[in-house]
């Protein structure tokens, strides 16, 4: 597509539901990203996919939370057993045209708000 | 831990009046970038500085690159409304494509 999709746009999840987050790439990326964001803050970053393989996910808070990207295309963000502190909004981005690495522009989604009740 | 940090945290100003925001860090980077994000968007890329005291200019914003490249400024002349948002600044983790954010700085701009 021509730019990062993600969906939902917004989700409202009860306390201890399971939640699942989609990120689509920009076609040929290589890189992709998940960062949290909580209002008026920067975003914090959570994991990063190169393809397939997850190369970083020292951001991910607990446990709780879980990337995939299995065919190093779409990503899923997984978050069981929500808790409140979860609420915030969950960006995706990616970088790197396939067989290109110039700079590290990132280019985001609109971002996924997750409010847990 | 490279971290980046963001003065000031809020701005609040009217059309016309000039501003700077600024990004600072204790460690190197080979690249800063500031992006603007909208309420309900993700950021989206404004500028990338590469070389130590660089200067880069897009229309009224003036973007300086620090020469020891630990820190980098956005400088808005006769703010708009439409400059209105979140600027981060974001420069690459070592060795690797992840990127790391500012705190931000909201600028309200009130015509």
């Known amino acids: 597509g021509a730019g990062v999709s993600q969906s939902p746009r917004y989700k409202v999840a009860k306390r201890g539901q399971d939640v699942a987050l989609r990120c689509d790439p920009i076609?040929?990326?290589?890189?992709l990203f998940w960062y949290q964001q909580a209002l008026g803050q920067g975003p914090e970053f959570l994991t990063y996919?190169?393809?397939?393989?997850?190369?970083?996910k020292s951001g991910l808070p607990s446990d709780r939370f879980f990337a995939e990207r299995p065919e190093g295309s779409v990503s899923t963000l997984k978050i069981q057993r929500t808790q409140q502190e979860d609420s915030a909004v969950y960006l995706c981005?990616?970088?790197?045209?396939?067989?290109?690495?110039?700079?590290?522009?990132?280019?985001f989604g609109q971002g996924t708000r997750l409010t847990v009740v | 831990t490279q971290l980046l940090e963001q003065s000031p945290q809020f701005l609040s100003i009217q059309e016309g009046e000039n501003l700077t925001v600024y990004c600072n860090s204790s460690?190197?980077?080979?690249?800063l970038q500031w992006y603007r994000q909208e309420p309900g968007e993700g950021p989206v890329l404004l500028v990338t500085?590469?070389?130590?005291?660089e200067v880069k200019k897009l229309k009224r914003l003036t973007f300086q690159f620090g020469d020891a490249r630990k820190d980098s400024s956005l400088h808005i002349t006769a703010a708009q409304t439409g400059d209105t948002g979140l600027y981060l600044c974001?420069?690459?983790?070592?060795?690797?494509?992840?990127?790391?954010f500012g705190t931000g700085t909201r600028l309200q701009v009130f015509p």
């Open positions: 981005a990616s970088s790197f045209p396939e067989g290109e690495r110039l700079n590290t522009e990132a280019f």
């Open positions: 076609s040929g990326h290589v890189s």
């Open positions: 996919f190169q393809n397939e393989a997850q190369l970083d």
């Open positions: 460690s190197v980077f080979s690249s």
């Open positions: 500085v590469v070389t130590g005291g």
């Open positions: 974001a420069g690459p983790s070592y060795n690797t494509d992840k990127l790391i």
